[in-house]
């Protein structure tokens, strides 16, 4: 399968901390479990945000930790030839759950929550699209222009600006709007996504 291309993956802290993971017997696997592990403790700062703002920011923390397990797990079973038959289940579920479980909390921190299950949707369906054009034959497209790294980028930008706002103005609007936008741009990802295969499908057709 396909690799998503993260420009962090070359790098040279990547490279040696993978390196140490494989090293230390943790299984790509484990560290796709824990990327959930890191979703449920960032939903929950979400929920404490409705008390206290700044937790917000401990949500955050928690988004890059569950991207820095997306970018292990793959860099220890490839890179450490670690990889398992089962290794593409831990690599798609827990990216589908921690997705969900980002989004959908960050909804319920404004007043507006069908935004943050209109973006969970939308996220999985960029992914849904994806492998079905990879079932067809079509590879692994992974053209944005909100894939997930995108899509965790604006929403830990959201959760660094909404206490900020809230303590310089007291209005709460970054959250909402970070999730409008992502929930446009995710949508578009899908027909993006879908309008390339159906172009690759048109071309196979008449190929054969």
Known sequence: MERRPIRARSSGWATGSAAWLARSGISPNQISTASMFFALLGALAFWASRWNAWALVAAAACIQLRLLCNLFDGMVAVEGGKRSAVGEV?????DRVSDTLFLVAAGYTTPWPELGWAAAVLAVGTAYVRAFGASLGNGNDFAGPLAKQQRMAMLTIACVAAPIEHLVTGTFYAMPAALGIIAALTGWTCV??????????RRRGLAD
């Not at 831990?90 to 827990?94: A, L, M, R, S």
């Open 192 to 201: 993006r996504r879908t309008s390339r295969l159906a172009v690759f499908l």
């Open 90 to 94: 831990y690599n798609e579920i827990p």
